[in-house]
């Protein structure tokens, strides 16, 4: 060509003449090994999602979670619990290598090391394979942090009495009801109740509290007497007459909630 026509053509090795990076793989050159990504994949993993969130819900519609009542801070009896899905963090601190001068052990240390591990399991064992034999590191580090969580937070949750920690810890919301201090047995309450129970009936470190309870008159009397749960017998040491003035007092109380 004549210097100042046409065009001279330069090839350059490191460019491919086939752009292939643009090119989706063919999935059946592995049959069973992998997938695409949209929609296949994409697809089973919200399905599994759906499935487990509507159970999660159904459960927590069927066993609702127990409130208990709003925070005392003069109450020195009161030992406070985490959610339970915090509790074998909770129960990891019981131990002597997690606690006292270990305790950024089970604080930061542990906990840190094992989410740590949980999170860089994919980038250990990134093998190709999908079956769990193919992917020995990934499932052993899963299985052993199941099997820590699920045993810790049953062996902290079996001392624990939910049902009667619910009761005695019923929410009352303040100045739910009235009370008449007018009441002939609002004096036999004050002598032998209140400094468990409260001036509202609102109850107290181990002490339920008297109102919203589903006891008649007569089982009021007798756990007066007898006592229940935590409550001691031979708290009240009234009258007869009193004891039924004491009753019908808490009883008035309770009628207003209906």
Known sequence: MHKGKGMKFVGDSRVSAERKSQIPKDYSE???????????????????????LVGFLSLTLAHPSPLE?????????????????????????????????Y???????????????????????????RRPHQRPIANIMMILGLVATIWLTYTSAAHVDWETRAE?????????????????????????CMSCHGGELEGGGA????VGIEYSAEEVADIAQNGINTMPPDQFTGSDEELEQLVDFIMSVNEQEE
Do not use: C
């Open 168 to 192: 005695q810890n019923k929410p009352v919301p303040p100045n739910a009801v009235e009370i008449d201090t007018e009441h002939e047995g609002y004096a036999v309450y004050e002598a032998n």
């Open 103 to 129: 305790v950024i052990m089970g604080i930061l240390v542990l906990p840190g090391l094992a989410f740590g591990a949980l999170l860089l399991a994919p980038f250990l064992d990134n093998g190709p394979g």
């Open 30 to 52: 592995y049959p069973g090994r992998t997938e695409a990504f949209w929609p296949n994949f994409l697809l089973k993993e919200w399905l599994a999602g759906s499935v487990f």
């Open 69 to 101: 009542g709003v925070a005392d801070p003069t109450n020195a009896a009161y030992i406070p619990l985490p959610d339970w899905y915090f509790l074998f963090l909770y129960e990891l601190l019981k131990y002597e290598f997690a606690s006292g001068p």
């Open 207 to 210: 002490a339920p509290p008297l």
